[in-house]
């Protein structure tokens, strides 16, 4: 038993020092990835949750077999080529290792009617672990059936309390409220986030329409909770009203000590469209003044789709990166509040030399390793890029671009669990995964 303990300690020292690139070591990884999606079918937007039993449980948007992708784009109630459209009819399939990613579940869909999932990349569905071993599941549903003259989107709710097995039957968390109808939607309750606190309760938020009187006024933030770990729901309650840019998703993060962070793209008079923070230090009753993570604004006549990401270590230090409209240069941006989220430093630009650099997202390990993932345009293709910080993200360390095969990688994810980091990626329609 000793020489296992100080072999694991050792290995975890090498990868510590062969990936803190601010120590000057740029590291070297090999492509490990395993695909989890099925190879005939088309997957978008992962998500993952570890459990503290070590599980792996990641899900996606499934938007069918090729051939019917295919016919979509020709369908009067499709995507259109070069066109937009708020209608998106989809599935959620799940799967899940217990091996610590060496095998994993054949992929399920584990929603009930075909077609209902309304998600994608701006809009991506959520999944957390409890310390029991709840897996929750949040993501945006179709109300109406695909052939309905309008449609509407609901902020759903479903849980498994056997692993993943099975999935109880999803409950919807809004209520049903007409707001603003865009011709396509006659309401929505959309773009939405969840997340588990340290204490179990579930959070729910999501961005409303129902306050909205046409396309230029802003949403309003609804959130339900469960004290009970998904077992009933609070009624819904505003958050904010009139005040989010309604098409930026929505994330939260947590303190050791269960405070709620919520991030937001918040609306101000002069115009702005900015990345902030709220925090919540009573269960989400109540939450302080949003704070920007930024000290410039971004002015733009529109919404960017460009949420910010955060996590919250265990001392309490909020790591925050997001698509920064408002720096010079445009990009993707670090920055880190040593305040609980009071302020934040200046925000370190991640890949000055990347072309459309997006969808950052960071993962903290208990010893302190910071790991931040972006994708990113350098050459013909996009590709996942790592930096990774081990001063709690005062310096970062080189540029690291993940090894692949070849083809467009985007939307990654990652989540660490003690000092294990698990990564997926969408990588030419299919969903790819590794560890770091």
């Known amino acids: 038993m000793v020489k296992v303990i100080f072999f694991t300690f050792c290995?975890?020292?090498?990868?510590i020092a062969s990936s803190a690139g601010n120590?000057?070591?740029?590291?070297?990884?090999k492509d490990d990835s395993v695909t989890l999606s099925s190879a005939d079918r088309i997957a978008a937007s992962p998500d993952i949750a570890v459990g503290q039993d070590g599980s792996i449980n990641v899900i996606w948007v499934d938007k069918g077999i090729a051939k019917r992708i295919e016919a979509e784009t020709s369908s009067a109630r499709g995507p259109q080529s070069g066109g937009h459209t708020h209608l998106t009819y989809n599935?959620?399939?799940?799967?899940r290792s217990t091996d610590g990613g060496k095998t994993f579940t054949a992929p399920m869909r584990i929603n009930a009617t075909s077609d209902e999932v309304w998600g994608f990349a701006t809009s991506r569905p959520r999944i957390a672990v409890s310390k029991s071993g709840i897996i929750h599941i949040f993501y945006h549903a179709n109300r109406f059936e695909r052939s309905a003259s309008r449609q509407a989107v609901d902020a759903r709710y479903m849980r498994s309390s056997d692993g993943g097995k099975t999935f109880e039957k999803a409950r919807t968390l809004n209520a049903f409220a007409a707001g603003h109808d865009?011709?396509?939607?006659?309401?929505a309750h959309c773009f939405g986030t969840m997340g588990v606190s340290p204490n179990g309760d579930v959070h729910a938020f999501w961005i409303d329409t129902r306050h909205m009187g046409s396309e230029k006024d802003n949403?309003?933030?609804?959130?339900?909770?469960?004290?009970?770990?998904g077992k009933t729901f609070e009624k819904e309650r505003l958050i904010f009203q009139n005040e989010a840019c309604p098409c930026c998703q929505l994330n939260i993060g947590f303190s050791a000590d269960n405070r709620i962070y919520l991030t937001l793209r918040s609306v101000y008079a002069d115009g702005s469209r900015d990345s902030t923070i709220a925090q919540s230090d009573d269960g989400g009753k109540t939450f302080r003044p949003r704070v920007r993570v930024s000290n410039k604004s971004w002015i733009i006549n529109g919404c960017p789709l460009k949420p910010l990401n955060i996590t919250v270590d265990q001392k309490g230090r909020v790591y925050a990166?997001?698509?920064?409209?408002?720096?010079?240069?445009?990009?993707?941006?670090?920055?880190?509040?040593?305040?609980?989220?009071?302020?934040?430093?200046?925000?370190?630009?991640?890949?000055?030399?990347?072309?459309?650099?997006?969808?950052?997202?960071?993962?903290?390990?208990?010893?302190?390793?910071?790991?931040?993932?972006?994708?990113?345009?350098?050459?013909?293709?996009?590709?996942?890029?790592?930096?990774?910080?081990?001063?709690?993200?005062?310096?970062?360390g080189p540029v690291m671009k993940l090894p692949m095969p070849a083809g467009n990688a985007l939307n990654p994810v990652i989540k660490s669990i003690r000092n294990q980091v698990f990564?997926?990626?969408q990588l030419n329609g299919q969903i790819k995964f590794r560890a770091l």
Do not use: C
């Not at 865009?182 to 309401?187: P, Q």
């Not at 997006?358 to 010893?367: E, F, G, L, P, R």
């Not at 350098?378 to 993200?393: A, M, P, Y």
């Open 182 to 187: 865009d011709g396509e939607l006659s309401e």
């Open 321 to 396: 990166a997001w698509f920064a409209g408002e720096m010079q240069p445009a990009g993707v941006y670090f920055a880190v509040s040593e305040d609980n989220g009071g302020t934040f430093a200046a925000p370190q630009q991640l890949h000055p030399e990347a072309n459309l650099p997006d969808h950052a997202q960071i993962a903290v390990t208990a010893d302190g390793l910071v790991r931040v993932i972006w994708d990113a345009r350098v050459g013909e293709s996009k590709r996942i890029f790592l930096r990774s910080s081990n001063d709690h993200g005062k310096t970062l």
């Open 219 to 229: 949403g309003a933030v609804y959130g339900a909770v469960s004290r009970d770990e």
């Open 23 to 29: 120590r000057g070591a740029s590291g070297s990884m």
């Open 91 to 95: 599935d959620l399939f799940f799967t």
């Open 11 to 15: 290995i975890s020292i090498l990868l």
């Open 423 to 425: 990564i997926a990626w």
